[in-house]
């Protein structure tokens, strides 16, 4: 079992900085990536950022240039920058892994609980 601990959200006013932090744990052998997802009331959830094991990045265009997403490999975790936030980047924001099954290598999403981000303007 793998699982996922975020800390790092809450409230903070537009134009204001945040980082968010995810640290996997359990039966761990490689990750293949990790992201950040969010999902704001009303709203579907969308990728925010994703970084691979070789650290190549994606980033969603609402986000380019103000937010940077991080990982350290040796400690399986993947961190967050959110800065010049906007009151539109309020939402629940969940980090995510993609770890293979080494015998099938077949790829499985780990979701962690969730952490809240309140932007107000």
């Known amino acids: 079992q793998v699982q996922l601990v975020e800390s790092g959200g809450g409230l903070v006013q537009a134009g204001g900085s945040l980082r968010l932090s995810c640290a996997a744990s359990g039966n761990i052998v490689s990750i293949n990536a990790m992201g950040w997802y969010r999902q704001a009331p009303g709203k579907q959830r969308e990728l925010v950022a994703l970084?691979?094991?070789?650290?190549?990045?994606n980033y969603a265009d609402s986000v380019k240039g103000r937010f940077t997403i991080s990982r350290d490999n040796a400690k399986n975790t993947v961190h967050l920058q959110m800065n010049s936030l906007k009151p539109e980047d309020t939402a629940t924001y969940t980090c995510?892994?993609?770890?293979?099954?080494?015998?099938?290598?077949?790829?499985?999403?780990?979701w962690g609980q969730g952490t809240q981000v309140t932007v107000s303007s």
């Open positions: 970084i691979t094991g070789s650290g190549t990045t």
């Open positions: 995510n892994a993609i770890l293979p099954d080494i015998a099938t290598m077949q790829e499985y999403d780990y």
